[in-house]
């Protein structure tokens, strides 16, 4: 198409006004007209009718399917209008020459005579339109939609490319990221090691020969090497949980969340905590890494606790095609304008010294959940108000997802 078409008109109903799209053409449109016809008198109507509405045609006749099939190799045009019965073989063979060229040029059938139930037939086949030749008035109206509708669905076909190229560019960037991460928190361990032992063994031999303001700047060095350690581990953790296609089993979820609690009895006794639950589903879930987000959350309800002692409950409901899971406490509670932040990576709304820990637990929740093909929330109920608890929501689907953990 050397020209964009007028567009069509959308009446107010919604509906195209397609009367004004095939006469009423604001500029003159170039069209390249391929003409399959045997007969000359109808040729020349064609024609006709195309320059009176508006069309600056640019036309190329072909009359058996080896002509054809030279004239499209040749130059491409715009449209193909085709006799339905050219005698020795028929104007929908002009399709499956298209086809087999890989190119992709609308064909309007133009007939003498055509059924409702052929017309059907030839359209399913791969036609676009089709006009008799006693209302060829209508043949403009059929050839701007046909252009317009091609126009579309290039477009269509070009953003879904698009996407696609975008969604693999993504996947790897995602991926060599986290390889990066990996690889610099693994080798990263080994010299801070070197660090920590070596300033921990100078503090320990040299201690009668050094001045207390030497021994608090070693207590300094050890403490801040030991913490990079503890941080460097959690970003393995972190880097780790996205690497490789994790199993996922139908699992029972009861037993999962009892091994995280069984790994925080110690907490659990020292704060006096209740940690009650409902009955929990059998999902397709990685077990460890669902075992690692309760215990991240439970966790977190414990040691964010407020003056009483921690009372903690997990539910879970049923929904369509997933389930959610609440993990509800009794603690400090998290100011709304801070529930965006939380599950970003060493994203803490305190001081270690007011609470331990590196901020990273929530992050790893959400790779896992997201992972799984679902997705985690906090509800705070603070509002204002000293220890009235946070609730941190999540789901999983009911079944195996494509990308996630479940594939
Ligand atoms: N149950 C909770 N109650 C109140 N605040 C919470 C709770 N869980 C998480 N938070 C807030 O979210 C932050 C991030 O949590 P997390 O990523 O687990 O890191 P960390 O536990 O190391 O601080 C915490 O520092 C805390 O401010
Ligand atoms: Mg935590």
Redesign the pocket.
């Given at each position: 198409m050397m020209q964009t078409l007028a567009v069509a008109e959308v009446a107010q109903d919604g509906s195209r006004k397609d009367a004004e799209l095939g006469v009423v053409a604001d500029k003159t449109v170039a069209l390249k007209v391929l003409i399959v016809e045997d007969n000359s008198f109808d040729q020349e109507l064609i024609l006709r009718e195309l320059r009176r509405a508006g069309f600056d045609v640019n036309a190329a006749l072909a009359q058996t399917p080896e002509a054809f099939a030279i004239q499209i190799r040749g130059t491409c045009p715009d449209i193909v209008l085709a006799d339905y019965n050219l005698g020795p073989w028929r104007g929908m063979e002009t399709v499956e020459i298209l086809r087999r060229e890989k190119l992709d040029v609308p064909v309007i059938l133009v007939s003498g005579a055509l059924g409702e139930v052929e017309a059907v037939e030839c359209i399913k086949q791969g036609a676009t339109d089709y006009v008799l030749k006693d209302s060829l008035a209508r043949l403009p109206i059929a050839i701007r939609r046909a252009l317009h509708e091609k126009q579309i669905e290039h477009e269509r076909q070009r953003a879904q490319q698009d996407l696609a190229r975008k969604a693999v560019e993504l996947a790897r960037s995602n991926q060599d990221l986290e390889q990066f991460a990996y690889v610099a928190s693994h080798d990263l361990q080994e010299p801070l090691r070197m660090v920590a032992a070596y300033t921990q063994l100078l503090a320990e031999q040299y201690r009668a020969q050094l001045d207390e303001k030497a021994q608090r700047y070693i207590h300094y060095a050890v403490d801040g090497a030991l913490r990079m350690q503890t941080l460097i581990q959690d970003l393995l953790t972190f880097s780790r949980c996205g690497r490789a296609d994790m199993d996922a089993e139908v699992s029972d979820c009861n037993l999962i969340l009892q091994r995280a609690l069984d790994r925080l009895c110690a907490a659990i006794e020292e704060s006096h905590a209740q940690v009650t639950h409902d009955v929990l589903p059998t999902l397709p879930v990685n077990r460890s890494q669902l075992e690692h987000v309760f215990q991240?959350l439970i966790s977190?309800?414990i040691?964010?606790r407020g003056k009483e002692p921690p009372a903690v409950h997990i539910s879970a409901h049923p929904e369509a095609d997933e389930w959610k899971f609440f993990v509800r406490?009794n603690?400090?509670?998290?100011a709304p304008e801070n529930t965006g932040m939380?599950f970003a990576v060493f994203?803490?709304?305190?001081t270690r010294s007011e609470?331990p820990?590196?901020?990273?637990?929530?992050?790893i929740c959400k790779k896992i959940i997201e992972q799984h093909g679902g997705r985690i929330w906090v509800e705070s109920q603070s509002e204002g108000k000293p220890s009235v608890g946070?609730t941190?929501g999540f789901t999983l689907p009911t079944t195996r997802q494509r990308n996630g953990a479940s594939s």
């Open positions: 991240n977190n309800a040691k964010f406490d603690g400090i509670g998290i939380i994203k803490r709304l305190h609470y820990g590196n901020g990273i637990g929530l992050s946070a941190f």
